[in-house]
């Protein structure tokens, strides 16, 4: 799939490994194109994401644009500066993550990268 065609989907299904049970845990959730074979996303409300906290303990995740699965590894994002990069591009792509970031105004967010 090149970069043109996973970048102008809306949404990806992202499949992680649950921290606890090891059970497969699906959510749908926004992104932004990294490059040819790389996503960005992230998570801005108050309480912290499952997904997120799975794939801490685990990076190995399943990607869907819609076209079947792809096997990838995702990279928590650390640096306070660079998640709010990422939030500004999630923004810029999808106007309701502005009222989002609104309502959760004084929560930690948190962002990772994920390669294929």
Not at 50 to 67: A, I, M, R
Request: hydrophobic residues 45%; without cysteine.
């Amino acid at each position: 799939m090149a970069t043109r065609d996973f970048a102008a989907k809306k949404t990806v299904r992202l499949t992680t490994r649950g921290r606890k049970s090891g059970a497969p845990r699906t959510v749908t959730i926004w992104f932004v194109a990294n490059g040819e074979r790389s996503i960005l996303v992230q998570h801005a409300t108050g309480a912290q994401a499952n997904w997120y906290q799975n794939l801490l303990k685990e990076p190995s995740v399943s990607l869907d644009f819609g076209t079947g699965p792809l096997n990838g590894r995702a990279v928590p994002i650390k640096e306070p500066a660079r998640v709010q990069e990422v939030l500004g591009m999630v923004r810029r792509k999808y106007w309701s993550a502005w009222l989002i970031r609104l309502i959760a105004r004084g929560a930690t967010p948190v962002a990772a990268e994920i390669s294929w």
